[in-house]
């Protein structure tokens, strides 16, 4: 296929006239082509208005209709073949073999949701039917059902250019909500992101959809993305990126006449908690698989381990000296775009030149011009509890560890903690106590808590959660991974007394979708 460097606005492509983009690739610093110019503020219209006069019919389409319509989704990625991984390993920097297990998530989130979709409970169908002849009042005939927010605009995330980006998480989820989706595409992937588009664009078309269901624009930036946020035809917004930004785009859907959700997930350390008989036992072993997980991908993972805390001793010495060894082995890796190193080099620079932190090892340098070199640093837990600085999140393979003079203060530490997207905990049948005085706190302060494994590695399923309180995410009652993000872009709406004729399908008689429904507070099949 070959990449045009144009919008996508329904079935049209359309050129920008804004600042072009180019992608680069960091493991050179080469300009790829072709440009793509961005789009301003009609494109902007255009593309909500279209997605605005889709939504009526797409949000009644069936179940098997919009389920198969994500499946042909899938399979138009899949069709596009090798050109979408050496498009993207150019744009990313990441090894061919990352980007085809992120391709086989994206097209198999697409496919859970398909099957979520047609199983129908996210309907969370309710029925209370009416009682005429109770007393001493009659009660009415109630029936509920959950319906589509509207359009949402969905931002590409810069660390994984097709699971969370063009047709990714909030993506997919908004589409089996039977809400029509405007990207704006990241500008670090826009030939990566049109590819997907076209994709996407291909499988509208094929379903014979309205063409708003899907648009795709490009823009450098903010003003792009600040004005899709306040058109008031966007109902929602999926984010992925930083706290700044994240924090931005809520400040515009509040001050909009009808303010709007923004599920943003922006900025998490992800603790690891290492307890005394787990750490005295298999320090070694737990250093080793730490340091795995901390450098996996440069570290640019939301769920980047990066702060590590464990009670001062010699079980604590040695777990530093053999995860600093280890550091000091690890190879330079290529960052995925100059502003990423750039931010990370700064943040490792803050956390060295801290009068309370010191270096304990750092990994190879690299010859490229983006290498993200690793990092391992300790402090005091009394000093990091003293500098809300040292909270800070540093995107990158680099982490801090804490020394605790106690359980009580690895306790302290815990209950400071902003949010969290995860939270470790390394323990063996000794520290089950410990860990009991722990988990209240971390329940409050991560979306998902872990025993013995280590947070990058976000199982794709029903049960998982990614999310978590500010500054983590936005909302702190959603998840951006698994079938329950579908919930974040559906509303209850209650049927009185309506009209057979009237009713939706799923709140007839007879149940005509053979979904699952509660009547009368009892479970129907």
């Known amino acids: 296929m070959t990449l045009q460097g144009k919008l996508l606005i329904g079935q049209r492509a359309v050129s920008g006239h804004s600042p072009p983009i180019n992608a680069i690739d960091p493991a050179t610093g080469e300009a790829l082509e072709p440009a793509y110019p961005g789009g301003g503020q009609a494109e902007v219209e255009l593309a909500c208005e279209l997605a605005w006069a889709a939504f009526d019919a797409y949000r009644e389409t069936s179940l098997d209709e919009r389920a198969a319509f994500l499946e042909t989704i899938a ?17 990313t920097g ?14 198999g989130q697409l496919r859970l949701f398909a099957d979520v979709v047609r199983a129908g409970e996210w309907l969370d169908v309710r029925l209370d039917p009416a009682l005429p002849e109770r007393a001493p009042l009659p009660r009415v005939d109630l029936r509920q059902r959950h319906i589509a927010r509207g359009p949402v605009a969905v931002f590409g995330a810069s660390n994984f250019p097709l699971a969370f980006s063009v047709a990714g998480g909030d993506t997919a989820s908004s589409l089996a909500a ?24 291909q499988a509208v078309a094929q379903c014979g959809l309205p063409e708003g269901v899907f648009s795709l624009l490009f823009g450098s930036g903010n003003e792009i993305g600040q004005a899709l946020v306040a058109d008031p035809c966007i109902q929602a917004v999926g984010f992925t990126g930083s706290r700044a930004g994240g924090t931005a785009l809520m400040q515009t859907a509040q001050a909009r006449p009808q303010p709007i959700p923004v599920y943003a997930e922006m900025s998490s350390i992800n603790p690891v908690f290492l307890l005394p008989e787990a750490l005295a036992a298999r320090g070694s072993e737990i250093a080793e698989g730490f340091v795995a997980s901390l450098t996996m991908g440069a570290g640019q993972f939301c769920t980047n381990p990066g702060l590590v805390i464990g009670v001062k001793g010699a079980a604590l010495d040695a777990f530093v000296a053999s995860a600093g060894e280890a550091i000091q082995g690890s190879a330079a890796q290529t960052m995925l775009t100059p502003g990423i190193h750039g931010a990370y080099q700064d943040g490792v620079g803050a956390l060295a030149g801290h009068p309370k932190v010191r270096e304990v090892a750092r990994g190879q340098e690299g010859d490229g011009p983006h290498p993200c070199q690793a990092g391992l640093f300790v402090a005091a837990a009394s000093d990091f509890l003293a500098d809300a600085a040292l909270q800070g999140e ?86 951006s991974v698994g079938s329950a993000a579908i919930q974040r872009f559906l509303r209850p709406v209650c049927y009185q007394n309506l009209p057979e004729g009237l009713l939706p399908e799923a709140l007839k008689d007879g149940n005509p979708l053979g979904v699952s429904r509660l009547v009368d507070g009892k479970r129907e099949a």
């Not at 399979?75 to 744009?91: N, P, T, Y």
């Not at 670090?188 to 049109?194: K, L, Y």
């Open 178 to 201: 039977g809400c029509p989706v405007v990207v704006k595409a990241h500008s670090a992937h826009p030939g990566t992101s049109e590819l997907v588009g076209r994709a996407v664009q």
């Open 394 to 479: 540093v995107f990158g393979a680099t982490a801090l560890v804490l020394e605790c003079a106690d359980l009580d203060e690895m306790a302290a530490v815990a209950e400071q903690l902003e949010g969290q997207l995860t939270a470790t905990l390394q323990l063996d049948d000794g520290d089950l106590d410990a860990a009991r005085t722990l988990l209240p706190t971390l329940e409050r302060r991560a979306g998902r808590v872990l025993a013995n494994g280590w947070p990058t590695g976000v199982e794709v399923c029903h049960a998982m959660v990614h999310g978590g309180p500010f500054p983590a995410t936005s909302d702190s009652r959603s998840t």
């Open 75 to 91: 399979s138009e990625i899949e069709a596009i073949g090798d050109e979408l991984i050496e498009r993207a390993m150019a744009e």
């Open 94 to 107: 990441l090894p061919r073999a990352r980007l085809e297990g992120e391709r086989g998530r994206t097209c």
